[in-house]
């Protein structure tokens, strides 16, 4: 079984910039897919941003291409959210996301692909 932990959310005005950071620990293997979704309220789940560890391929979603950046720690099995130029539309809870298997490039958004999900840190960006 494989254990996500978050970490780094928190409440920034608009413009600013948070990182968000995510191991994962337990049965880990070479390749895998992590990376980011999000629930804003009232909405469905979404994806954001996955990266494929020991491997290539990173994909983000239209809405925060040029302002977020995925990067990873293979060595560690973690990665990390940088969110620049955050708007009061990033306001939501983001989820870390795991599946023991090669990130797709045309199903790395689906949330039913991912087997494992983190607790969730809240991200609230004021106007």
């Known amino acids: 079984q494989v254990r996500l932990e978050e970490s780094g959310g928190g409440s920034v005005q608009a413009g600013g910039s948070l990182r968000l950071s995510c191991v994962a620990s337990g049965y880990t293997n070479n390749e895998m897919c992590l990376g980011w979704f999000r629930r804003a309220p009232g909405q469905e789940r979404k994806g954001v941003a996955v990266t494929q560890i020991r491997g290539s391929g990173t994909y983000y979603a239209d809405s925060v291409k040029g302002r977020f950046t995925i990067s990873q720690d293979d060595a560690e099995d973690a990665v990390y959210l940088e969110m620049n130029n955050l708007k009061p539309e990033d306001t939501a809870m983001y989820y870390c996301?795991?599946?023991?298997?090669?990130?797709?490039?045309?199903?790395?958004?689906?949330?039913?692909?991912?087997?494992?999900w983190g607790q969730g840190t809240l991200v609230t960006v004021s106007s």
């Open positions: 996301v795991h599946r023991p298997w090669v990130c797709y490039p045309g199903s790395w958004s689906l949330s039913s692909d991912y087997n494992t």
